[in-house]
């Protein structure tokens, strides 16, 4: 079946240091990718949304500048946060789809901690 | 706006038990409803979906039927196993929309 990998799935980092996540489709074309925070206990949230080369369409109260995403081809998409803070600790996850209506398949998550 | 109520867990069940996770739905329209599951550690898998009302969607061994009149889409499964421990996600999404909304997810697990 269809297979998202998200890299990386783990990382602990200082306060003020800006964190890349990548997410990749590995055997299909994603033409939409999408972004998700998840809190403990908490259902997933979603930062945003993107489409392959154009911008990324935040959801109300998602900041820009803060979570920068990119998607620059049909089979990646990297979500960075600037200048992490303790309070952008969680667990991230990418999701994909292709054309046709096709369901989303999600990546493993990225758990980020900031110290 | 959509919004998805799932039952608040966790739960936790003996190995063969019957299992019940409620979930209702509030939705302009008539969305698509899915479960996923998330294995420890892991991202979520879509584990079945339902895309009109009546419909009845399955995989290996859990059920869950589309009810309009009710906005419900409860998942079942007659007899659990410990494999079957995990979070268990009820989300919806409206017609030419592919943003998912999520429950709050339920934790289940099975003990030997």
């Known amino acids: 079946g269809a297979v998202v990998s998200q890299h990386p799935s783990r990382v602990i980092c200082k306060s003020g240091t800006s964190v890349k996540i990548e997410c990749r489709s590995l055997d299909f074309q994603a033409t939409t990718m999408f972004w998700y925070r998840q809190f403990p206990k908490k259902s997933l949230m979603l930062m945003a949304t993107s489409n392959e080369g154009s911008k990324a369409t935040y959801e109300q109260g998602v900041e820009k500048d803060k979570f920068l995403i990119n998607h620059a081809s049909l089979t990646l998409s990297t979500l960075t946060v600037t200048s992490a803070h303790p309070e952008d600790s969680s667990f991230y996850i990418c999701?994909?789809?292709?054309?046709?209506?096709?369901?989303?398949?999600f990546g493993d998550g990225t758990r980020l901690s900031i110290l | 706006g959509n919004s998805v109520t799932q039952m608040e867990g966790p739960v936790t069940l003996s190995e063969e038990a019957f299992l019940t996770i409620n979930c209702t739905y509030t939705?302009?329209?008539?969305?698509?409803l899915f479960w996923y599951v998330q294995y420890p550690g892991e991202g979520l898998q879509l584990l079945l979906k339902?895309?009109?009302?009546?419909d009845k969607g399955s995989n290996k061994g859990f059920e869950a039927t589309y009810r309009k009149e009710t906005t419900s889409f409860h998942l079942e499964k007659g007899s659990v196993q410990v494999s079957d421990s995990a979070v268990y996600f009820c989300?919806?999404?409206?017609?030419?929309?592919?943003?998912?909304?999520f429950g709050t997810g339920t934790r289940l697990t099975i003990i030997p």
């Open positions: 989300a919806l999404s409206s017609r030419g929309n592919e943003k998912l909304t």
């Open positions: 339902a895309t009109k009302a009546d």
């Open positions: 939705a302009t329209g008539y969305p698509s």
């Open positions: 999701s994909a789809s292709g054309t046709g209506g096709q369901p989303q398949h």
